[in-house]
């Protein structure tokens, strides 16, 4: 049995736990405020293919650390997870890293839609946590740019009863717009290109499908103004229409190129101040159901080349709940809704079981994000040498105590 002694809940009472386990221990946690384990919906961990960026070795250490229990894969790996073969073949992959690293991560994956691997949907209809659809190029090759397609996929999901969840920027209008920023060279160009607009445009398409098929549709890495109000009136409609939104887009601005360079490159892009200041409103109206890391790990070097060659994305698993828990002290958010975007909201939409997963958290721990003990493979983070204030200690995955210092 593990004993949690004394900790105290995100009311602030108290209250001792325990929990079935092979092994007897118990944990004075006088200063831990518990959470449940968290789960992040969207992650890049990079297997099968692009393991020079991430894997489950390490990806496994930088959720914990970041007090995950669960997450979501993203396909666009190499191959992509596109047919039922691929599928196979990355959960084996992924099993056998996390039996190597010793840590049971619980995961779903997304399957990535194809046009010419549709049929592929009903195979594997029971094993993904849903569809994911690019509606505009990022990382990898995975994009559905006709109409014609986009429909048959919001028909076979909603015929499958599966969610889809939208990568919403308009692929023609970012070809059209590249076109007109033909000469950019200096990365901050990427908000420009990929303006709001490119996002909205989408966001509404992919609404009107969901209108139309009755699709459950999840709107990832919501990131404008123009996006939230799309959501909230296709919400007040009643459509089964949620929202993600990212760490790095409540917590910087397209002001950040200038310090961060080609690793504020990010798809969809950093944003004006106005937008962030929109995305905290609309978790404060429940337009925002979620958050979710899009960690999406690259490599120093590739992160260093210039616009144009430098790819979009950055990490993030480990740092998104300290960020939350600083902005908490700062009064911008309750403890009751971070356990709702990163845990309760999840987990409902995607109808996930409950578990008895707990993070304990130091709530007044103060600590510098540092790049050399993250976890990541990529080892590096856009907030490195920030203070921020609130930290996991421990997480009870499944049963098994892992104190976040030793692993
Ligand atoms: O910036 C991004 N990076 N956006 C995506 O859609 C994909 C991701 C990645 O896989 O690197
Ligand atoms: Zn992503």
């Known amino acids: 049995m593990l004993k949690i002694q004394n900790a105290v809940t995100i009311d602030g009472s108290r209250m001792n736990l325990t929990i079935e386990s092979t092994k007897d221990f118990t944990l004075d946690a006088q200063n831990l405020t518990i959470f449940p384990g968290l789960i992040d919906p969207h992650v890049h961990f990079r297997t099968p293919g692009l393991e020079h960026k991430e894997n489950w070795l390490t990806a496994a250490k930088a959720a914990l650390a970041g007090g995950y229990t669960t997450v979501f894969d993203m396909p666009n790996t190499l191959p992509p997870t596109i047919t039922e073969t691929s599928l196979k073949e990355?959960?084996?992959?992924?099993?056998?890293?996390?039996?190597?690293?010793?840590?049971?991560?619980?995961?779903?994956?997304?399957?990535?839609?194809?046009?010419?691997?549709?049929?592929?949907i009903h195979k594997v209809k029971h094993d993904v946590i849903g569809i994911k659809v690019f509606m505009g190029c990022s990382t990898g090759n995975l994009v559905i740019d006709d109409d014609e397609s986009l429909h048959a996929v919001f028909a076979i999901a909603a015929s499958q009863n599966l969610i889809v969840a939208v990568h919403a920027e308009d692929e023609a209008l970012i070809i059209e717009r590249k076109k007109q920023f033909s000469d950019a060279k200096h990365y901050c160009d990427h908000s420009k290109i990929r303006n709001p607009e490119v996002a909205a445009r989408a966001v509404a398409k992919a609404i009107a499908l969901c209108r139309i098929y009755e699709t459950k549709l999840y709107i990832l890495h919501v990131s404008t103004a123009d996006e939230i109000a799309l959501i909230a009136k296709a919400k007040e409609e009643g459509l089964p229409v949620y929202a993600e939104t990212t760490p790095h887009h409540l917590f910087l601005d397209d002001s950040a190129y200038d310090n961060l360079q080609g690793k504020a490159v990010v798809n969809p892009p950093l944003r004006a101040e106005e937008h962030r200041k929109a995305l905290w409103n609309a978790i404060k109206n429940n337009v925002i159901d979620t958050i979710g890391s899009d960690h999406a790990p690259h490599t120093n070097t590739e992160k260093s080349q210039a616009y144009g060659a430098c790819p979009s994305g950055m990490p993030g698993i480990e740092t998104t709940l300290p960020l939350l828990l600083t902005a908490h002290h700062e009064g911008l958010?309750?403890?009751?809704?971070?356990?709702?975007?990163?845990?309760?909201?999840?987990?409902?939409?995607?109808?996930l079981p409950e578990n008895n997963d707990v993070v304990l958290v130091d709530l007044n721990k103060t600590r510098f994000v540092d790049n050399a003990t993250l976890k990541t493979k990529c080892g590096w983070s856009v907030f490195a040498g920030q203070e921020l204030r609130g930290w996991p200690l421990y997480v009870i995955m499944n049963g098994v105590l892992y104190d976040l210092a030793t692993i």
Do not use: N
């Not at 890293?97 to 995961?107: C, D, H, N, S």
């Not at 399957?111 to 549709?118: E, N, R, T, V």
């Not at 403890?335 to 109808?351: A, H, W, Y």
């Open 90 to 120: 990355k959960k084996a992959l992924i099993e056998a890293q996390l039996a190597e690293v010793g840590i049971p991560l619980r995961y779903e994956l997304f399957f990535g839609a194809d046009k010419k691997h549709l049929s592929e």
């Open 333 to 351: 958010i309750t403890l009751e809704k971070i356990v709702s975007l990163t845990q309760k909201r999840p987990r409902e939409i995607f109808g």
